[in-house]
């Protein structure tokens, strides 16, 4: 191995502590904790029972060949101001965290879902900041995939300046009509891995941000997910808990302006 690359322990000893105490020796290979307060079987999502409810259309999954979407796969950094269509909002929040069938295993029932989860405990959860939506008022939603709705938690368009604010500046990504945050409820997987866990959660958000990725790109749409953001105040946003939740990832959705990568490089 390069002993060129950086030292991982010596420089980054936070992140070393972290991966090293959540490894796996052969004295804990079968840990798991559940005995923590969060042990036992989590709640699906988180609800939110004050909020109104929005009906979605029923979602579409993409029919585009994995070879187009692969090659088309870039990060988009200049949207037009043209607004996402309902149905589309709808096929998005459905391949990244929907209900693709309630199976059944002898007398269990089980969600089929679009993304592989560890232990099958589904720790995250999607939220829509909403600006320019076709049919849809602007404001901040969280999606319900067992019924495959929204809850309008704020009806409010964001003032640029704040959406550029909570993703640290980023006005290219800010005006997207459509910014989608995964968040995670962490104690759903840390109560069975304990501190392992958080890595399965982010690991997770990875397959969920692809599957969006992918199927932007099935809408001719252009996504940049976004890891830079002020998590308390998104957080805040969002209407979470801190002391359960916290968000994760981001991802700004539109279709590409004709000057964007993309759009230059199909021309
Ligand atoms: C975890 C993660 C976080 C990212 N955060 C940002 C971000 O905050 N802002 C941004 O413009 N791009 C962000 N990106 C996109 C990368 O910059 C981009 O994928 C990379 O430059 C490669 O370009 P491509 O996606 O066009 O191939 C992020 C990508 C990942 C995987």
Known sequence: MSQKEPSFKRNHPLT?????????????????????PDAGIPQPALEFPDAPQVRLPAAQLPDAGMDQLLRNRLSCRRFSPQPLALQTLSDLLFVGYGILEIGEFGNLEFLERPVPSGGGLYPLELFAIVNQVSGLESGIYHYRPVGHYLEQLRKVLLPKALREYLIMGQASLAVAPVLLVV????????GK???????YILLEAGHMMQNVNLAAISHGLGSCNIGGFFDQELGELLCLDP???APLYATAIGHPDSADRRTLRAG
């Open 193 to 199: 891995y304990g501190d392992r866990g958080y890595r």
């Open 243 to 245: 002391d359960l939740a």
């Open 16 to 36: 070393w502590c972290y991966h090293h105490n959540t490894s796996r020796w052969v004295h804990n290979a079968t840990a798991s904790t559940q005995t923590g």
């Open 183 to 190: 968040a995670s409820v962490v104690g759903r997987s840390l």
